[in-house]
């Protein structure tokens, strides 16, 4: 544009010289003019640049957004492929063992006899049991750790803190206490989790065995035909109890879906004591009756093929009450706690969470074949006053990996993640038999450490007021 404006302005010139000379005016005023053109080309050159600029600055955002986007894609399918893998992994295995059992099933010869069939078990240790608690609860914290969400701004919700109040001490304004906050190395989310995990097998499945009856009610029809007991085989003293649970539904007692709640349970444990006159011997049936179910095939491993039609309808029955047992954990306040994920996720988790309630019911039911006194589990109400004592509490896992609590310092207790198992008036002289251990969280300073800030602050000591209480078991 620049050397087409020169062309014009020699043509001009050309032109006025074959005409005259120019006056120095002219050549002045087309001087001036020559350079307004100029300077506005030159400024209209600048704006073209900064737009060509702010374009090219806007094309290579665009590209890094479209590459982070892709290798965001790009490991988001890796992880669902690894997810799928795994799983069909999984499948393919136990696919394996189910063909090698039938196979086994197949070349063995059907000689077997009904004792066979039903072998006899045997009354757990409390040291096995002990085991078994040790074993599963590792388990546990694993699949909290694996599961927990790491925002610990979702536990400020009323409904949770009201769930989790019955295994873990408030504040007074209601909300959890701040000592669970203190250690960036422990996800309290995670904690809250295991506890309430913790909890809710102990309380719904071990110290009790009436979820057995529960169990058997989820598919009922499969258990009573015409003319024949409830229950097979079973002495007449558990038929006469199978009746009472199975038969003719009691006045004033509701199903709901077909499906008696734990409390309707209860009250038909409560109307078969009541119409014996309390005896003793409820305690020694409802042991008999477990125990027949048990070797008939409640406690056996739903991997291990069954060996008969009733003893596969006995594993269903445990795998199907297991999975609602599931259903109901996770539709309750544990879901605040659950990280978000995939629908494969979601599906291996709630698959690990359903084997170990079934692992839980299956101890239950083995435990309840010889307990003849009840159970019971000592919790928050029990060890919310007191400071750790190796003799009569254990740290929990998180705590424990940590490391950061010292021996021999006293920490207040905060919650009770596993309370402690009692068998009531098992005990010498009648008194009650410890199983297990209560797992607790405790305040990650000492007490000498909070009433020595409490003295340099001169304040009042949170613990100042507060009584020791010491618990002693036989």
Request: charged fraction near 25%; charge should be neutral.
């Amino acid at each position: 544009m620049v050397g087409g404006g020169l062309d014009g302005t020699s043509r001009l010139l050309s032109h006025k010289t074959s005409k005259g000379t120019l006056s120095p005016g002219d050549l002045i005023r087309d001087n001036v003019r020559l350079q307004k053109k100029v300077a506005s080309l030159q400024e209209t050159e600048k704006c073209l640049k900064r737009r060509n600029r702010d374009l090219s600055e806007y094309l290579a955002s665009l590209r890094k957004e479209d590459e982070a986007s892709q290798r965001a894609w790009e490991e988001e399918t890796k992880a669902m492929v690894s997810a799928f893998q795994a799983r069909l992994n999984e499948l393919e295995e136990l696919a394996t063992r189910q063909k090698g059992r039938l196979q086994a099933m197949k070349n063995s010869q059907r000689t077997t006899s009904t004792k066979e069939q039903h072998p006899k078990i045997q009354a757990l240790t409390i040291a096995e049991i002990r085991k078994w608690f040790t074993a599963r609860g590792s388990i546990w914290y694993g699949w909290a750790e694996d599961y927990a969400h790491i925002d610990a701004n979702r536990l400020d919700n009323v409904q949770l803190c009201s769930a989790v109040s019955l295994f873990t001490r408030l504040g007074d304004d209601g909300k959890l206490r701040p000592e669970l906050f203190t250690n960036n190395r422990i996800n309290p989310v995670q904690v809250l989790l295991q506890g309430m995990l913790t909890n809710f097998i102990i309380n719904e499945i071990i110290i009790s065995p009436l979820w057995i009856f529960a169990a058997l009610n989820v598919n009922r029809a499969e258990f009573i035909t015409p003319n024949s007991s409830p229950i097979s085989p079973i002495s007449r003293n558990n038929e006469l109890f199978a009746e009472y649970l199975f038969g003719a539904k009691p006045m004033g007692v509701s199903f709901v879906e077909g499906l008696p709640t734990m409390p309707e349970i209860e009250r038909y444990h409560d109307l078969i004591v009541k119409a014996l006159g309390g005896s003793n011997e409820i305690h020694i049936w409802r042991s008999q009756l477990a125990r027949a179910l048990t070797e008939a095939g409640l406690s056996q491993d739903h991997m291990d093929v069954p060996t008969s039609k009733s003893m596969r309808r006995l594993v269903r029955a445990r795998r199907d009450y297991a999975k609602k047992l599931a259903e109901d954990f996770l539709s309750g306040p544990a879901c605040i706690l659950l990280r978000d994920q995939a629908a494969a996720g979601i599906e291996r988790m709630e698959w690990k969470l359903v084997n170990e309630l079934d692992a839980a019911l299956r101890l239950s039911a083995q435990i309840w074949s010889f307990q003849t006194t009840p159970l019971a589990a000592a919790g928050i109400e029990k060890f919310g006053t007191n400071f750790l004592d190796s003799t009569e509490m254990n740290l929990c896992q998180a705590q424990e990996m940590d490391m950061s609590i010292k021996g021999g310092e006293k920490h207040e207790v905060i919650a009770v993640l596993q309370p402690e198992i009692m068998a009531v008036g098992a005990g010498d002289e009648g008194l009650d038999a410890i199983w297990t251990n209560a797992q607790v969280f405790v305040s990650p300073r000492s007490v000498v450490a909070a009433e020595k800030a409490g003295r340099h602050s001169h304040s009042r000591s949170v613990l100042s007021g507060r009584s020791v209480i010491s618990v002693h078991h036989s």
